[in-house]
Protein backbone atom coordinates (compact mmCIF):
# COMPACT_ATOMS: atom_id res chain seq x y z
CA UNK A 1 0.00 0.00 0.00
CA UNK A 2 1.54 3.48 -0.91
CA UNK A 3 2.01 5.91 2.27
CA UNK A 4 -0.34 8.13 0.69
CA UNK A 5 -2.76 7.67 -1.97
CA UNK A 6 -4.58 9.85 -4.33
CA UNK A 7 -6.63 9.72 -7.23
CA UNK A 8 -4.61 10.49 -10.54
CA UNK A 9 -7.57 11.65 -12.17
CA UNK A 10 -7.81 13.92 -14.38
CA UNK A 11 -10.54 15.75 -13.08
CA UNK A 12 -12.08 17.77 -15.86
CA UNK A 13 -14.04 20.56 -14.88
CA UNK A 14 -15.93 23.97 -16.51
CA UNK A 15 -14.92 27.13 -15.19
CA UNK A 16 -16.98 28.15 -12.06
CA UNK A 17 -17.58 24.54 -11.22
CA UNK A 18 -16.56 22.97 -7.18
CA UNK A 19 -14.29 20.18 -7.07
CA UNK A 20 -12.81 18.06 -4.16
CA UNK A 21 -9.65 15.88 -4.28
CA UNK A 22 -9.35 13.33 -1.73
CA UNK A 23 -5.91 11.87 -0.39
CA UNK A 24 -5.36 8.71 2.34
CA UNK A 25 -2.44 8.22 4.35
CA UNK A 26 -1.11 5.21 5.97
CA UNK A 27 1.05 6.57 8.63
CA UNK A 28 -0.77 7.10 12.15
CA UNK A 29 2.23 8.93 13.28
CA UNK A 30 2.35 11.54 10.37
CA UNK A 31 2.92 15.12 11.67
CA UNK A 32 1.77 17.17 9.34
CA UNK A 33 0.24 18.30 5.96
CA UNK A 34 0.04 20.16 2.78
CA UNK A 35 -1.16 20.82 -0.52
CA UNK A 36 1.43 21.64 -3.14
CA UNK A 37 0.44 22.25 -6.73
CA UNK A 38 2.52 21.70 -9.50
CA UNK A 39 2.20 23.19 -12.88
CA UNK A 40 3.32 21.02 -16.17
CA UNK A 41 7.37 20.82 -15.94
CA UNK A 42 7.29 23.27 -13.07
CA UNK A 43 8.26 22.92 -9.54
CA UNK A 44 6.18 21.82 -6.45
CA UNK A 45 4.99 25.17 -4.88
CA UNK A 46 2.89 25.16 -1.25
CA UNK A 47 -0.74 25.84 -1.68
CA UNK A 48 -1.83 25.48 1.92
CA UNK A 49 -1.21 23.72 4.72
CA UNK A 50 -4.01 21.20 6.37
CA UNK A 51 -5.25 21.61 9.97
CA UNK A 52 -7.34 19.20 12.20
CA UNK A 53 -9.63 22.16 12.92
CA UNK A 54 -10.15 23.13 8.90
CA UNK A 55 -8.97 25.99 6.77
CA UNK A 56 -9.71 27.82 4.28
CA UNK A 57 -7.76 30.33 1.91
CA UNK A 58 -9.67 32.12 -0.68
CA UNK A 59 -11.33 29.56 -2.90
CA UNK A 60 -9.44 26.92 -1.42
CA UNK A 61 -10.49 24.81 1.61
CA UNK A 62 -8.55 21.65 3.51
CA UNK A 63 -9.97 19.57 5.74
CA UNK A 64 -8.08 16.80 7.50
CA UNK A 65 -9.39 13.87 9.67
CA UNK A 66 -6.73 12.61 11.38
CA UNK A 67 -9.18 9.32 12.97
CA UNK A 68 -9.74 8.07 9.08
CA UNK A 69 -6.41 9.18 7.54
CA UNK A 70 -7.71 11.43 5.29
CA UNK A 71 -7.15 14.76 3.55
CA UNK A 72 -9.44 16.57 1.12
CA UNK A 73 -8.73 19.90 -1.01
CA UNK A 74 -12.11 21.82 -1.97
CA UNK A 75 -11.80 24.47 -5.18
CA UNK A 76 -15.05 26.54 -5.60
CA UNK A 77 -15.17 28.86 -8.37
CA UNK A 78 -12.63 27.52 -10.71
CA UNK A 79 -10.80 29.50 -12.74
CA UNK A 80 -9.00 28.42 -16.06
CA UNK A 81 -5.45 29.19 -13.66
CA UNK A 82 -6.27 26.45 -11.36
CA UNK A 83 -5.33 23.64 -13.98
CA UNK A 84 -2.52 21.76 -12.33
CA UNK A 85 -1.66 19.08 -10.92
CA UNK A 86 -2.49 18.77 -6.98
CA UNK A 87 -0.14 16.98 -4.79
CA UNK A 88 -1.05 15.84 -0.93
CA UNK A 89 1.68 15.82 1.19
CA UNK A 90 2.18 14.44 4.77
CA UNK A 91 5.20 15.10 6.47
CA UNK A 92 6.11 11.63 8.68
CA UNK A 93 9.87 12.68 10.04
CA UNK A 94 9.61 13.18 13.76
CA UNK A 95 13.05 15.31 13.93
CA UNK A 96 13.37 16.09 10.74
CA UNK A 97 11.25 16.95 8.05
CA UNK A 98 10.22 13.74 5.89
CA UNK A 99 7.71 14.34 3.11
CA UNK A 100 6.07 12.02 1.37
CA UNK A 101 3.82 13.25 -1.64
CA UNK A 102 1.15 11.28 -3.20
CA UNK A 103 1.55 10.58 -7.07
CA UNK A 104 -1.08 13.90 -7.82
CA UNK A 105 -4.20 14.30 -9.06
CA UNK A 106 -4.15 16.22 -12.32
CA UNK A 107 -7.74 18.83 -12.62
CA UNK A 108 -7.95 20.77 -16.10
CA UNK A 109 -10.82 23.61 -16.04
CA UNK A 110 -11.96 24.46 -19.69
CA UNK A 111 -13.93 27.43 -20.94
CA UNK B 1 9.94 32.94 -6.88
CA UNK B 2 11.88 30.76 -4.40
CA UNK B 3 15.21 31.98 -4.68
CA UNK B 4 16.48 28.31 -4.23
CA UNK B 5 18.21 27.34 -7.74
CA UNK B 6 19.46 24.56 -9.08
CA UNK B 7 22.07 23.52 -12.06
CA UNK B 8 22.48 22.34 -14.29
CA UNK B 9 18.35 22.49 -15.84
CA UNK B 10 19.09 19.73 -17.87
CA UNK B 11 21.44 17.01 -18.49
CA UNK B 12 21.91 14.00 -20.46
CA UNK B 13 24.38 11.24 -19.05
CA UNK B 14 24.79 7.52 -20.65
CA UNK B 15 24.38 4.30 -18.70
CA UNK B 16 27.55 4.02 -15.85
CA UNK B 17 28.58 7.67 -15.70
CA UNK B 18 28.47 9.43 -12.62
CA UNK B 19 26.62 12.80 -12.44
CA UNK B 20 27.10 16.20 -9.47
CA UNK B 21 23.99 18.52 -9.58
CA UNK B 22 24.03 21.48 -7.12
CA UNK B 23 21.71 23.57 -5.47
CA UNK B 24 21.79 27.24 -3.79
CA UNK B 25 19.71 27.45 -1.05
CA UNK B 26 17.31 30.63 -0.12
CA UNK B 27 18.34 32.75 1.79
CA UNK B 28 18.63 31.84 5.82
CA UNK B 29 17.76 28.55 5.37
CA UNK B 30 19.78 25.89 7.17
CA UNK B 31 18.45 23.04 5.37
CA UNK B 32 18.33 21.02 1.45
CA UNK B 33 16.25 18.17 1.00
CA UNK B 34 16.55 16.10 -2.59
CA UNK B 35 14.13 14.60 -4.27
CA UNK B 36 13.50 12.09 -7.11
CA UNK B 37 10.18 12.90 -9.22
CA UNK B 38 9.79 10.10 -11.81
CA UNK B 39 7.18 10.81 -15.07
CA UNK B 40 3.66 10.93 -13.41
CA UNK B 41 4.78 10.29 -10.12
CA UNK B 42 4.95 12.45 -7.25
CA UNK B 43 8.75 13.15 -5.68
CA UNK B 44 10.72 10.93 -3.77
CA UNK B 45 12.49 11.42 -0.76
CA UNK B 46 16.23 10.94 -1.20
CA UNK B 47 18.55 12.43 1.86
CA UNK B 48 17.77 15.98 3.77
CA UNK B 49 21.02 18.04 4.80
CA UNK B 50 20.80 20.12 7.82
CA UNK B 51 23.97 22.03 8.94
CA UNK B 52 26.44 19.82 6.72
CA UNK B 53 25.50 16.48 8.21
CA UNK B 54 22.75 14.08 6.28
CA UNK B 55 19.80 13.98 8.56
CA UNK B 56 17.79 11.33 7.35
CA UNK B 57 17.57 9.44 4.16
CA UNK B 58 14.60 7.82 1.96
CA UNK B 59 14.89 4.40 0.15
CA UNK B 60 17.63 5.13 -2.07
CA UNK B 61 20.99 3.17 -2.60
CA UNK B 62 24.60 4.72 -1.05
CA UNK B 63 25.13 5.31 -5.17
CA UNK B 64 23.41 8.17 -4.13
CA UNK B 65 25.05 10.47 -1.69
CA UNK B 66 25.12 14.33 -0.67
CA UNK B 67 27.09 17.23 0.84
CA UNK B 68 26.45 20.51 2.12
CA UNK B 69 28.55 23.64 2.22
CA UNK B 70 28.44 26.06 5.17
CA UNK B 71 27.05 27.78 3.23
CA UNK B 72 23.94 25.81 2.77
CA UNK B 73 24.31 25.32 -0.63
CA UNK B 74 24.05 21.33 -1.63
CA UNK B 75 25.46 18.79 -4.64
CA UNK B 76 23.67 15.54 -5.48
CA UNK B 77 26.08 12.75 -6.37
CA UNK B 78 24.87 9.84 -7.96
CA UNK B 79 27.07 7.23 -8.97
CA UNK B 80 27.12 4.09 -11.36
CA UNK B 81 24.00 5.99 -13.50
CA UNK B 82 21.12 3.62 -14.53
CA UNK B 83 18.11 3.98 -17.37
CA UNK B 84 15.91 4.48 -14.53
CA UNK B 85 17.72 7.01 -13.19
CA UNK B 86 16.21 9.37 -15.84
CA UNK B 87 14.30 11.80 -13.87
CA UNK B 88 13.29 15.37 -12.26
CA UNK B 89 15.94 15.84 -9.68
CA UNK B 90 14.66 19.03 -6.93
CA UNK B 91 16.07 20.78 -4.13
CA UNK B 92 13.91 22.07 -1.72
CA UNK B 93 15.29 24.33 1.30
CA UNK B 94 13.74 25.00 4.63
CA UNK B 95 14.53 26.97 7.89
CA UNK B 96 11.01 25.32 9.07
CA UNK B 97 8.23 23.17 8.05
CA UNK B 98 7.45 24.54 4.86
CA UNK B 99 9.99 23.51 2.06
CA UNK B 100 10.55 26.05 -1.03
CA UNK B 101 11.17 23.81 -3.86
CA UNK B 102 13.94 24.65 -6.79
CA UNK B 103 12.84 24.61 -10.34
CA UNK B 104 14.76 21.18 -10.83
CA UNK B 105 17.46 19.28 -12.90
CA UNK B 106 16.16 16.95 -15.82
CA UNK B 107 18.12 14.19 -15.58
CA UNK B 108 17.89 11.85 -18.76
CA UNK B 109 20.28 9.05 -18.81
CA UNK B 110 20.67 6.78 -22.03
Known amino acids: RKEVEQDPGPFNVPEGATVAFNCTYS??????FFWYRQDCRKEPKLLMSVYSSGNEDGRFTAQLNRASQYISLLIRDSKLSDSATYLC????????????FGTGTRLQVFP | ETGVTQSPTHLIKTRGQQVTLRCSSQ?????VSWYQQALGQGPQFIFQ???????GRGNFPPRFSGLQFPNYSSELNVNALELDDSALYLC?????????FGPGTRLLVL
Open chain 2, 27 to 31: SGHNT
Open chain 2, 92 to 100: ASSFHETQY
Open chain 2, 49 to 55: YYREEEN
Open chain 1, 89 to 100: VVNIGEVTDKLI
Open chain 1, 27 to 32: NSASQS
